[in-house]
């Protein structure tokens, strides 16, 4: 179990190695999720380090929003497990995709909550559908990838884009 607190945000150190960085069009978007809904997610901040582990670019949206503390869920671990932590939280490989209703879901954002702000909270974003340049139309992510030849390899399962190039 770890320890919940409120914590000055003057105390939380950034990480020096952390290995994830923000667009400003997203930090824009962070901006505004913060101030429609809060904090939601608190900050993660390692005991023993000091270092902030996950949390970083919400700390830079509280600090210009002019806030002094923030609740933060304290971990107490060696330096080696806290980047092991940092890299887990930030893995977009383990964090799922969206399903199908997505779009049934924004829909009924937009019906029920006409003043949220779809473009600063980038919700729009999430549901563009790929635009191939060449003829203009709109085309589905799922036709992209299913039209890429895959191999799979025999021994490990792992399955390759084959890129017509013979690298054996």
């Given at each position: 179990?770890?320890?919940?607190?409120?914590?000055?945000?003057?105390?939380?150190?950034?990480?020096?190695?952390?290995?994830?960085?923000?667009?400003?069009?997203?930090?824009?978007?962070?901006?505004?999720?913060?101030?429609?809904?809060?904090?939601?997610?608190?900050?993660?901040?390692?005991?023993?380090?000091?270092?902030?582990?996950?949390?970083?670019?919400?700390?830079?949206?509280?600090?210009?929003?002019?806030?002094?503390?923030?609740?933060?869920?304290?971990?107490?671990?060696?330096?080696?497990?806290?980047?092991?932590?940092?890299?887990?939280?930030?893995?977009?490989?383990?964090?799922?995709?969206?399903?199908?209703?997505?779009?049934?879901?924004?829909?009924?954002?937009?019906?029920?909550?006409?003043?949220?702000?779809?473009?600063?909270?980038?919700?729009?974003?999430?549901?563009t559908p790929i635009?191939?340049?060449?003829?203009?139309?709109?085309?589905?992510?799922?036709?992209?990838?299913?039209?890429?030849?895959?191999?799979?390899?025999?021994?490990?399962?792992?399955?390759?884009?084959?890129?017509?190039?013979?690298?054996?």
């Amino acid at each position: 179990m770890h320890d919940i607190k409120t914590m000055p945000l003057a105390d939380l150190k950034e990480a020096p190695y952390n290995p994830r960085t923000i667009t400003p069009k997203a930090l824009l978007g962070l901006t505004e999720s913060v101030k429609r809904f809060g904090l939601v997610q608190p900050i993660v901040w390692n005991k023993q380090t000091g270092h902030v582990v996950g949390g970083h670019q919400r700390i830079k949206v509280l600090k210009n929003l002019g806030q002094k503390e923030a609740l933060v869920v304290i971990v107490d671990m060696p330096e080696s497990e806290e980047k092991a932590l940092n890299v887990t939280m930030n893995n977009p490989n383990i964090a799922g995709d969206f399903t199908d209703g997505l779009e049934s879901v924004l829909d009924d954002i937009k019906l029920d909550m006409p003043d949220v702000d779809f473009d600063g909270l980038m919700l729009g974003d999430i549901a563009t559908p790929i635009i191939d340049l060449q003829s203009e139309k709109e085309i589905n992510e799922s036709e992209i990838f299913d039209s890429i030849e895959k191999v799979t390899c025999p021994k490990c399962g792992h399955v390759f884009i084959n890129n017509g190039e013979n690298n054996g």
